[in-house]
């Protein structure tokens, strides 16, 4: 028999997370498949007894947390993210690829990313949108260009400008890709915190999430490889300590 009745459905989480890092929470970038996520909070209890009085309880360190987790995409560019200051990733540039006509159709004023990007994080160069006609269009009059956390160049039309809504544009533009990435160690000196994020969001689209700053990967960086008859991946297991900004739940709030 029952013993009580549930309380409050909307507090049963399900589902994994999002973990994205960033500089600051306007650049945070999706560091993509993980396992094993857990969140931590590392507070401290102290008792302090007396002899002629009850003890009392006290604490400190209340901010200092963790995201604790097993890191399935082993990118140096994350590690240079986790580790910064520790690790430096040094990106080796290839052979530069002219692009002739890669058709973007433009919807309302959100930017469309272009297929391809620069290996060493900036904008392309020579870059002409045209019409299907070949007509071109000019830059901060019918679209803009800006450079997304994720490395990729993204075009916007302007309202009022000459592209209309829902076109279809063609762009030619130049980019270099990497030919390979390197990773070195630096022997001594001071971690770069960053700040990371993870959200969880139910089939209502609320989400729920916890944001933490002053961050760096505390683990060292292991990736154990595996069998050549395993079906199984390399993981590197990583805990990011830092401290609690907040915590925002939207999913239960009664």
Avoid at 36 to 58: Q, R, Y
Avoid at 64 to 88: P, W
Avoid at 173 to 180: E, G, H, L, Q
Avoid at 210 to 217: F, G, K, S, Y
């Amino acid at each position: 028999m029952s013993q009580t009745n549930l309380q409050k459905s909307e507090a049963l989480r399900y589902g994994s997370v999002t973990l994205s890092i960033g500089d600051d929470f306007s650049s945070l970038v999706n560091i993509g498949a993980i396992r094993n996520m857990s969140f931590e909070h590392k507070a401290e209890n102290i008792e302090v007894t007396f002899d002629n009085v009850p003890s009392i309880k006290k604490f400190k360190n209340g901010r200092k947390a963790s995201f604790v987790f097993d890191l399935a995409e082993i990118d140096l560019t994350t590690f240079a993210t986790t580790d910064a200051g520790l690790v430096v990733q040094t990106n080796i540039a290839g052979t530069s690829v002219n692009i002739t006509n890669e058709a973007i159709t433009l919807d309302g004023v959100s930017g469309k990313s272009f297929a391809h990007k620069n290996g060493n994080g900036t904008l392309p160069s020579s870059i002409v949108v045209t019409d299907s006609g070949a007509t071109p269009y000019a830059e901060n009059t019918d679209y803009t260009i800006q450079l997304g956390a994720d490395g990729y160049a993204r075009i916007a039309r302007i309202e009022g400008g000459g592209i209309a809504d829902g076109e279809e544009v063609l762009v030619d533009y130049t980019y270099t890709p990497n030919v390979s990435k390197k990773m070195t160690f630096n022997t001594g000196g001071t971690k770069a915190y960053k700040v990371a994020r993870i959200v969880n969001i139910n089939n209502d689209g609320k989400e729920f999430r916890i944001d933490l700053e002053n961050v760096t990967n505390i683990k060292p960086l292991t990736t154990p490889f595996q069998a050549d008859d395993s079906d199984d991946i390399m993981t590197c297991s990583m805990e990011l300590e830092g401290s609690v900004k907040e915590v925002v739940d939207e999913q239960s709030i009664s």
